[in-house]
């Protein structure tokens, strides 16, 4: 390709798991009800004030850690200010780079396809989120629940190259916000929401000039991964069709929405600077030194991360790069395999159990993870009755199935479809005997050299024993029994 | 026998010992609040149906008091003395009333302001003037204007005021009562309609030195809602006075004080500053040292010019809450941002979109630094050569105003560039923090003038002490007008 292509990533991620708000006592919490979830802060009644959430810091801080990202000396909010119906205050309670905000210039590494890479991140900030508009054919309603529910916004330097790399990282943030515990960084319900910018360059000029750097168009509000993959090719694909035509005076620099529904950006308007939201220090949020210990404390509380747990499954319990990859996706996956491997599971197959059973169920089934009665514990019983050849590994899929969303034990479905499997080998004799009796035309196919007919009769054997009796050991006694005939 | 004319000592001693009851003060109060809105117009509300309550060993229980009206009050209208809330009744109470009403104090009216605070003659309000009960064709200056009004004519012993550049000290002179605003964060502004917030104080309006004590050991305690509050519970300030002042050292300033200073000085302002020298000289009867200390004339010019900048900037955005959507009188529109418009442009008086206007102007990315950010610099430096004289000083003691209370007719407020300093001054008190405190010191020409001491920051015993020895050489305690024309 002759052109290079610059992508920056503005990531937006509600905090979730603080008990209260940004900057107010009402409950964060993903309420059904409308203004369920309010203080008079989060409406602006006049003279309410904001009140910093101390564990909201806190979160900030050890995800400004992660990112490798400078702490700052002395923590500080600004209000940026404009007008919308969403926004009760007029202002928002945010961050800007001056002062420092919660992360200043980090590094981070994530990895695609098994290749690590690397991208700078600009800054980290902690900062408020807005009412939502609720659209309905009679008029628009506005729900101050999510009105001062506290935001992380991640914004990187324009580093990514491709689609896949932009996708890449942002699935690796979102298990961090995961695994950390500050957010269940669930799309779905909207707590994570992308602003991208594209701009392409010509490839054979140095782009550590930024004269070189192509016009940046900007993208608002992609609200799913998928979005943010389709948003950025559709952009490379709409600007190389305009560099290529001669026409690249007509890539502006603006802001566009992406629209789901045609599958392609439309423009909102030019020039991103248009807006001057005359940010100031917050004068009711007195500046506050961050203590040296309290960021010694944090640090020290960051849980194992997911490339950290992927490193140990691949290490230690020996399991593939891929099927690692595929557990610690999902942190509660990845959780319930620990807790499996905790039991003594053999992590290979706990690991083949969960990859391949668990996830395809959920996936086939289309079920949440939070949906399932199976445990860890069942799992690893499941496993046990396989090892001990009390069930076959066919029925124990027949078991897992059940379990999975039935709240019943392994043992109390094997004993409910009398699945007992048949490895007393007096009676598999007594069977194999039965089936020899019955089918005199096959022993002299066998005879006559025609080895096959063994999986036939073994057939036989499993027809007889509906399937419990050990599919092993009752090849290789009707293997026995024949040849004695 | 009238009691709303007398101390809270004196008056809680009669209820104490059975002399009145509360309900008697309260039917009082409310029969001097229909008198005086007659005459001088300063309320927006009469709370006709205030109930009694028990009287208690707390000095405030079973008084009757005022509350300016930009005091968020549960179940009353607060209007802010804006046509934006004309209608508005709050669900919740200021934390500064609400420790009020835990003393048992009674609240009989809201008091008239210039809207929102934002203005000095108490001409603003959107019930109408309020004038000076000493003489009506005067005014009583602001922004606490119905509050000065109604203690100064007796209605009761004190009323809450606000203080955003000289709201309470200012009234207080031209009503020849007493006016203190404590240091900032010491009362909690949790409820309190903000102007400016890094300036806003809460305080109090009262007849005696005392009082004013009494009142601010009421309303003040940290807050949970409000961060830029602290603890002051182990400071009590009424019983901290005891008038012994002999050593102290106080300074006023030359630039402000000396009349060579005014070559076109009219009368009026003659005979004030020579009032305020003889006052110095009672300083000095009562055993403190008192200096002329020189400050740089270049620095205090800016005062006006910073305190514009400030407020104004901060005013613009605190209020960008006001838009009729939440609450206020939604006004007409196609759209949102329509409606938005007409609500305030029908809503704000011209004063006030004046200061809305330099607001946004000085807040804009081009004109930040010039304005906003030079600014506070300026205020930093004003609060340093202050807080210089403080490691000299206990005190500074200073003027207030050019003189009585102005004329109504003909009054702009506008600033006479020649005396700009000695009528704002006070806006140091508030750049600071400082504790400030205005006591009547004479007449001119029938009408009260007052003097000022400022101190250092939670140095407020200190500062009271000063004026109750003062106040107690002078015979202007308790003063009450009567006979106005």
Redesign the interface.
Same mark, same amino acid.
């Given at each position: 390709m002759k052109y290079k292509v610059m992508i920056g990533l503005e990531m937006h991620c509600e905090i979730s798991e603080t008990k209260t708000k940004a900057f107010s006592s009402a409950k964060n919490d993903y309420s059904e009800y409308p203004n369920a979830s309010i203080r008079p802060v989060d409406m602006a009644f006049p003279g309410t004030l904001p009140t910093v959430n101390k564990e909201a810091v806190r979160m900030g801080l050890m995800m400004s850690m992660i990112l490798g990202c400078t702490q700052p000396e002395y923590l500080y909010f600004e209000r940026k200010n404009y007008y919308y119906p969403d926004l009760p205050k007029g202002f928002q309670i945010t961050q800007e780079t001056k002062p420092a905000p919660i992360g200043s210039f980090g590094e981070f590494t994530y990895e695609l396809n098994g290749e690590k890479k690397k991208i700078r991140i600009n800054n980290l900030h902690l900062e408020e989120d807005a009412a939502s508009s609720d659209h309905y054919p009679s008029g628009t309603r506005i729900n101050y629940n999510r009105a001062g529910v506290p935001l992380l916004e991640l914004v990187t330097e324009p580093d990514f190259r491709s689609a896949d790399e932009a996708v890449a990282f942002l699935e690796a943030i979102r298990s961090i916000y995961q695994y950390t515990g500050i957010s269940e960084a669930d799309s779905k319900k909207g707590q994570v929401r992308c602003d991208v910018n594209v701009s392409l360059m010509d490839a054979s000029l140095d782009d550590s000039d930024p004269k070189n750097w192509g016009t940046k168009v900007e993208m608002k509000n992609v609200n799913s991964f998928g979005g943010v993959r389709d948003a950025i090719n559709y952009e490379i694909k709409r600007q190389t069709e305009l560099l290529d035509a001669g026409k690249g005076d007509e890539i502006v620099q603006e802001t566009r929405r992406w629209d789901e529904e045609s599958s392609s950006t439309i423009s909102m308007r030019e020039k991103v600077d248009a807006i001057d939201y005359k940010y100031f220090v917050e004068p009711n949020i007195p500046k506050f030194k961050i203590p040296k210990e309290w960021l010694l404390e944090i640090k020290k509380s960051i849980p194992t991360l997911p490339y950290e747990r992927k490193e140990k499954y691949i290490n230690e319990y020996g399991i593939t790069d891929y099927d690692a990859t595929i557990i610690i996706k999902d942190k509660k996956v990845s959780d319930f395999y620990d807790e499996c491997i905790n039991l003594h599971a053999d992590p290979k197959l706990a690991s083949n159990w969960v990859t391949t059973n668990l996830l395809g169920n959920l996936n086939k089934l289309e079920l949440e993870f939070d949906e399932i009665t199976l445990t860890p514990k069942m799992l690893k019983d499941l496993i046990d009755l396989v090892n001990s050849k009390e069930i076959s590994s066919k029925q124990a899929k027949e078991v897992f199935e059940d379990i999975l969303t039935s709240g019943k034990t392994p043992q109390e479905v094997v004993k409910e479809k009398g699945m007992k499997q048949m490895s007393d080998e007096g009676e598999i004799i007594k069977i194999a005997n039965e089936v020899l009796d019955e089918n005199p035309d096959v022993i002299l196919k066998y005879k006559n050299g025609r080895n096959n007919v063994i999986d036939w009769l073994t057939g036989q054997i499993m027809k007889k024993t509906r399937g419990q009796a050990n599919p092993t050991i009752a090849r290789s006694t009707m293997i026995k029994e024949i040849e004695k005939r | 026998m009238a009691y709303m004319d007398k101390s809270i000592e004196e008056i809680h001693e009669a209820l104490v010992k059975g002399k009145v009851t509360s309900s008697e003060l309260i039917k009082e109060a409310l029969e001097k609040s229909h008198e005086v809105q007659d005459k001088c117009n300063a309320f927006v509300t009469i709370i006709d149906d205030a109930k009694e309550t028990p009287v208690t060993d707390e000095f405030l229980s079973g008084i009757p008091y005022g509350i300016k009206d930009n005091?968020?009050t549960k179940g009353i209208l607060?209007t802010?003395s804006s046509n934006t809330?004309k209608d508005?009744v $709050?669900?919740?109470t200021?934390t500064a009333i609400e420790n009020l009403t835990k003393k048992g104090a009674v609240a009989v009216n809201k008091t008239a302001l210039d809207e929102f605070g934002m203005g000095g003659t108490g001409t603003t309000c959107h019930t109408g003037i309020v004038t000076n009960p000493w003489d009506h064709t005067r005014m009583c200056a602001g922004s606490s204007a119905g509050s000065a009004a109604a203690v100064a004519s007796g209605v009761y012993p004190y009323a809450t005021g606000s203080d955003t550049g000289d709201s309470i000290r200012k009234p207080a002179a031209y009503c020849g009562i007493v006016g203190y605003k404590p240091t900032y964060g010491m009362i909690s502004?949790?409820?309190?309609? $903000?102007f #400016? /917030?890094?300036l806003d104080h809460c305080g109090a309006l009262t007849r005696s030195v005392k009082d004013a004590a009494i009142v601010v050991d009421g309303m003040k305690g940290i807050d949970?809602?409000? *961060? &830029?509050s602290w603890d002051s519970s182990d400071i009590n300030l009424y019983s901290s006075i005891d008038g012994n002042v002999g050593g102290k050292k106080l300074c006023y300033i030359k630039e402000i004080c000396d009349i060579n200073n005014y070559p076109n000085a009219d009368e009026e302002l003659k005979m004030h500053l020579a009032n305020f020298m003889d006052t110095i000289e009672k300083c000095r009867k009562l055993g403190m040292e008192v200096t002329e200390e020189s400050v740089s004339q270049k620095l205090l010019n800016a005062l006006p010019s910073v305190y514009v900048v400030i407020s104004c900037?901060?005013a &613009? /955005?605190n *209020? /960008?809450?006001? &838009?009729g959507?939440?609450?206020g009188p939604r006004a007409e529109g196609e759209k949102?941002?329509e409606s938005?418009k007409n609500y305030r442009t029908k809503g704000f008086s011209p004063l006030i979109k004046r200061r809305f206007v330099i607001g946004?102007y000085v807040?804009? #990315?081009q004109n930040?630094d010039r304005y906003?950010h030079n600014a506070q610099r300026v205020r930093r430096l004003l609060v340093d050569t202050w807080n210089k004289l403080y490691e000299k000083y206990d005190a500074v003691i200073l003027p207030v105003g050019t003189g009585p209370a102005k004329k109504l007719e003909g009054s702009k407020d506008i600033l006479d560039q020649n005396t700009a300093i000695l009528e704002e001054h006070l806006q140091i008190g508030n750049f600071g923090g400082f504790p400030s405190i205005t006591i009547p010191n004479g007449f001119i020409n029938d009408l009260p003038v007052g003097v000022n001491i400022t101190g250092k920051c939670y140095d407020d015993v200190n500062v009271l002490n000063i004026a109750y020895a003062l106040e107690s050489v002078m015979n202007y305690k308790g003063q009450v007008a009567k006979g106005a024309k």
């Open positions: - | 005091y968020s607060s802010g809330l508005y $709050p669900f919740f200021a502004r949790y409820g309190l309609f $903000p #400016a /917030s890094s949970k809602y409000d *961060m &830029t900037a901060e &613009t /955005s *209020m /960008s809450n006001l &838009t959507f939440i609450f949102w941002d938005l946004s807040l804009q #990315a930040k906003f």
